[in-house]
């Protein structure tokens, strides 16, 4: 499996971003996709999911209402747009995929693979 996020960037405080996440290698279509972040000194945390279908989908509080999840079975890319960035989004942005899960949404523990990661750095 491989994930290759892009789309990060400098934007200043209230501006817009959309990240990919192009994956190969799997049968994308088969599964759920998330994206996560780490910022500095911090834990990753999870930010958003989507269902396979693209039918379900599921927002970190600290993002609702600003991001959304989305997805293209056909071009096995996953996409995150990000409205009104703040200083506090600034982080490394994660994709991954998660083969089997217990319940919606799955756990980050149980997401089995990760890309590389594209920065996202929100400042003045």
């Known amino acids: 499996v491989q994930l290759v996020e892009s789309g990060g960037g400098l934007v200043q405080p209230g501006g817009s971003l959309r990240l990919s996440c192009a994956a190969s290698r799997l049968t994308f279509s088969n599964y759920v996709m998330g994206w996560f972040r780490q910022a500095p000194g911090k834990e990753r945390e999870f930010v958003a999911a989507i269902s396979a279908s693209g039918g379900n989908t599921f927002y970190a509080n600290s993002v609702k209402g600003r991001f959304s999840i989305s997805r293209d079975n056909a071009k096995n890319t996953v996409y995150l747009q990000m409205n009104s960035l703040k200083p506090e989004d600034t982080a490394l942005y994660y994709c991954?995929?998660?083969?089997?899960?217990?319940?919606?949404?799955?756990?980050?523990?149980?997401?089995?693979?990760w890309g590389q990661g594209t920065q996202v750095t929100v400042s003045s």
């Open positions: 991954a995929v998660v083969r089997t899960y217990k319940n919606w949404p799955p756990s980050g523990e149980e997401y089995d693979y």
